[in-house]
């Protein structure tokens, strides 16, 4: 037979060192991510809103480019408008679309069960429908019991109850109990 071995879990001290180090990488990689995207935000702003030169220009000139930028800031609230509303309704589809998967997989919470008698005639009708007519007894393949032969062991001699208790009562009551018990066979 051929052994397997396994091989040796890394220790303690030897995780702790290599999340140390994950989490150090992780950490110089979103220094970089943000540096990239500030890069590409100053680039962005520099192509779509060049550098204002306003002191050679006179009152009616920067009356006309404050104007000119009012238009413009105008046109870009509208474009946000417009992209945040999107967003919004995206959003929400995304919400709808993971309920839905989620019902689909079963992953919501089932309530929890009670206990409910349901007779034999109930589980029948519930399984064959509207075919189940006949009522099932379950009781009447079951041995019965005469009740006679217990009532026959019975002595019914004594018909005024007291007349029984003053028999039975002292020791002759007893020893005739006992008597009885042991039976006719002394």
Known sequence: ?????????????????????????????????????????????????????????????????????????????????????????????????????LDLRGKFKRPSLRRVRVSADAILRSLLGSKHKVSMDLRANLKSVKKEDTEKKRPVEDSDWRKNVEAMSGMEGRKKMFDAAKGPAQ
């Open 1 to 101: 037979m051929l052994s397997i071995q396994r091989k040796p879990k890394i220790s303690a001290s030897r995780k702790l060192m290599l999340k140390s180090l994950m989490v150090a990488k992780a950490k110089e990689e979103l220094e970089q991510e943000v540096v990239v995207k500030e890069e590409e935000k100053q680039n962005y702003l520099s192509e779509r809103a060049p550098p204002l030169n306003t002191s050679s220009l006179s009152l009616a000139q920067l009356q006309d480019l404050c104007r000119e930028l009012h238009a413009k800031i105008d046109v870009v609230d509208e474009e946000r408008y417009d992209i945040e509303a999107k967003v919004m309704l995206n959003t929400r589809e995304i919400k709808d679309l993971n309920i839905k998967v």
